[in-house]
């Protein structure tokens, strides 16, 4: 492998191009797994033998969306940290650091799995789903929650790569895996129903943690060179990777307690299961938007390490910049395709309309949480966590709910005025992250100068 060093030089050499060798690689294995969600999606919209399929499973998604917020968050803490570590040419502490990410995995993965066995059920009676929904949900939850600790370790294995600046590997392990979920699917959910489904996903997690395991620990494929045999444990680390991540993970919480409140005041179970399949939809453009962002993270921390101050506000800049254009494009896309994106699916009308409604409005939020986005994860990689999460809690409690709870409960308006609170919040946390993040930069740019 490239020696790590002179992947920094290339990287400084030209900022611009290094942000997409980072981010396309992320942006197709992502590509790749959103895929694979669409046609689980359409599998079990179309053949599983309940009406209201993907109505349980959106019950569930904002419990796995806090799983995936932790992870997501940590694994980015763990980057930056990783990236910075490197750009200063402290090989040893970076290996340190990818090692407490992976202690860090195997904890977290064995206590949300203890734990949500436990309240599964009142997580989803909670937003107020039927005996029969219930008991789907429960039917999918149980064993996906069985496979939460690989999904993890998978997710930060990743974090690892991401924050040595090689995204291509984890792109191909990606692949592999939602390849392989993708061709279980449609034999699992014949056999097994909604059941099936989540035993594909499981069974894919499980292959690609071996894969990453195999190859970064006993191959010793990567540039880090862990070893697990010989790791001293150090509270410091664990304390800085929790420092960068837990704000970026508990960010991600208040997200998904945001969509158990939507699923409370939406109430139609019509309703409920376009939301979640407009979620799937749209999670393509976030995936593309968190993948510039990340590989934002590993450039800046790179930088900020090698002290290359004056490439940190031109590549923010430009990362901003792009991401807005790419929310412009997916705005158009779903604002005037949305009828033709679901005509594969069987949707009735009201579901239909309701999906149309959603990308009628939201899109327009796209833009400005392409600028949040990037501005939030500048500032992690600065080492200043906390603004993404008093920013999330800005936009998704302060503004996003407060609102909703108002035009829904106490004015009865109907649920398109939810949309509409999200793209006001929207605008009006994109523009306090950006001013927010410029003036860190400055700040911290200033304090290490002199």
Request: charged share 15%; with cysteine.
């Amino acid at each position: 492998m490239k020696n790590n060093q002179n992947r920094t030089q290339e990287f400084i050499k030209n900022p611009q191009k290094a942000l997409w060798k980072l981010s396309i690689p992320m942006m197709l294995g992502m590509l790749a797994h959103t895929l694979y969600t669409v046609v689980d999606m359409y599998f079990i919209n179309n053949y599983v033998h309940f009406e209201d399929a993907m109505a349980s499973l959106g019950y569930l998604f904002p419990s796995m969306f806090i799983v995936m917020g932790i992870t997501f968050g940590l694994g980015s803490g763990g980057t930056a940290l990783i990236s910075k570590f490197i750009g200063a040419g402290d090989k040893e502490k970076a290996n340190s650091t990818a090692e407490h990410l992976i202690l860090l995995g195997v904890i977290i993965g064995l206590f949300i799995t203890i734990l949500y066995y436990f309240i599964a059920d009142k997580i989803v009676l909670w937003q107020g789903a039927s005996n029969d929904a219930l008991k789907y949900s429960l039917d999918y939850f149980y064993i996906i929650i069985s496979g939460t600790t690989f999904m993890i370790l998978g997710i930060f294995f990743r974090s690892i790569l991401s924050g040595e600046g090689d995204n291509v590997f984890a792109m191909k392990v990606i692949g592999i895996g939602t390849l392989l979920n993708i061709i279980l699917d449609p034999i699992l959910i014949y056999f097994y129903q909604i059941q099936g489904a989540a035993l594909a996903t499981v069974i894919s997690q499980i292959v690609v943690f071996i894969i990453f395991t195999y190859s970064i620990l006993l191959k010793k494929s990567c540039y880090l060179d862990l070893n697990l045999k010989k790791f001293v444990y150090n509270r410091t680390m664990i304390g800085k990777i929790l420092e960068l991540g837990l704000p970026a993970a508990a960010s991600m919480i208040i997200m998904a307690f945001w969509m158990g409140i939507c699923n409370t005041l939406i109430v139609d179970e019509d309703a409920i299961e376009a939301f979640a399949m407009v979620g799937r939809i749209e999670h393509i453009f976030f995936l593309i938007i968190i993948s510039i962002a990340t590989g934002l993270v590993t450039l800046v921390g790179m930088f900020f390490g090698a002290k290359r101050f004056d490439l940190i506000k031109q590549i923010i800049d430009y990362a901003i910049i792009r991401s807005i254009y790419i929310g412009i494009v997916f705005f158009g896309i779903f604002y005037m395709f949305s009828t033709y994106i679901f005509s594969p699916f069987e949707l009735s009308q009201n579901e239909l309309d309701h999906v149309i409604k959603y990308f009628s409005i939201v899109p327009f939020a796209y833009p400005f949480i392409a600028v949040a986005m990037n501005s939030g994860r500048a500032m992690q990689a600065l080492g200043y966590g906390m603004p993404t999460l008093i920013i999330t809690f800005l936009r998704v409690l302060f503004i996003n709910a407060l609102l909703s709870y108002i035009f829904i409960v106490v004015y009865h308006k109907d649920i398109i005025y939810i949309w509409y609170s999200i793209v006001l919040s929207s605008i009006i946390t994109a523009i306090t992250a950006y001013l927010w993040m410029k003036k860190i930069s400055n700040d911290v740019i200033i304090s290490e100068k002199y």
